[in-house]
């Protein structure tokens, strides 16, 4: 059973930087995609930055430039690098994999993903 964990989540001021991790577990997939998504009270989850498993990635145009998906296939572990951090960067973030297609146009959709991790708050003080 594939189980993902994050961490990292924290406070920031604003233009600051944080790392989020996604350990994954059981995750020995070849062909994949991963993703970060984030989620504010009453909204829509939001799809923020993907990973596909032939390495391309896509963003969020709210973020390009600032975050970076990553992924460490030694310790199967997702990373989200986020630089300039913005107020409105506060909400809970979460990692999602689905662990038998690739990302192609839909990897920033929620209902591609079949596993979620528990969420990890990020807050952004300005």
């Known amino acids: 059973q594939v189980q993902l964990v994050e961490s990292g989540g924290g406070s920031v001021q604003a233009r600051g930087s944080l790392r989020l991790s996604c350990a994954a577990t059981?995750?020995?997939?070849?062909?994949?995609?991963m993703a970060w998504f984030r989620q504010a009270p009453g909204k829509e989850r939001e799809g923020v930055a993907a990973?596909?498993?032939?390495?391309?990635?896509s963003y969020v145009d709210s973020v390009k430039g600032r975050f970076t998906i990553s992924k460490d296939s030694a310790k199967n572990t997702l990373y989200l690098q986020m630089h300039s951090l913005k107020p409105e960067d506060t909400v809970i973030y979460y990692c999602?994999?689905?662990?038998?297609?690739?990302?192609?146009?839909?990897?920033?959709?929620?209902?591609?993903?079949?596993?979620w991790g528990q969420g990890t708050q990020v807050t952004v003080s300005s």
């Open positions: 059981e995750f020995t997939y070849s062909t994949w995609c």
């Open positions: 999602a994999a689905d662990p038998t297609h690739r990302c192609w146009a839909h990897g920033m959709i929620a209902v591609q993903h079949k596993y």
């Open positions: 990973l596909d498993s032939d390495g391309s990635t």
